[in-house]
């Protein structure tokens, strides 16, 4: 089991950069794939990126690709996601998420908010 907090939320224009971090607890952190979703109001909850244990294998969604990296520090327990190039569609709660293997994502923070204004 593990237990995530997001942090790094904020209120930013768009075009500007922000760094979401999700802090696990834990020391079996590297056992952990490592999923960052997001969800506007009125909108389903929807994939953003995830990164492997060991970081090697990443993923991102189309409409982010280019704009966001996913990195993680497995000695500091954390995962980043480098947003870039923001827009105002990119407003939305970001949760990160905690899955094993190919399991699904069973384990979430509870959020930090994400404002992009225009």
């Known amino acids: 089991q593990v237990q995530l907090v997001e942090s790094g939320g904020g209120l930013v224009q768009a075009g500007g950069s922000l760094r979401l971090s999700c802090a696990a607890s834990?020391?079996?952190?590297?056992?952990?794939?490592i999923g960052w979703f997001r969800q506007a109001p009125g909108k389903e909850r929807e994939f953003v990126s995830s990164i492997s244990g060991s970081g090697g294998v990443t993923r991102y969604a189309d409409s982010v690709k280019g704009r966001f990296t996913i990195s993680r520090d497995n000695n500091r327990n954390t995962v980043y996601l480098q947003m870039n190039s923001l827009k105002p569609e990119d407003t939305a709660v970001y949760y990160c998420?905690?899955?094993?293997?190919?399991?699904?994502?069973?384990?979430w923070g509870r959020g930090t908010q994400v404002t992009v204004s225009s």
């Open positions: 998420a905690a899955a094993l293997a190919t399991s699904q994502y069973s384990y």
């Open positions: 834990g020391r079996t952190f590297s056992n952990y794939r």
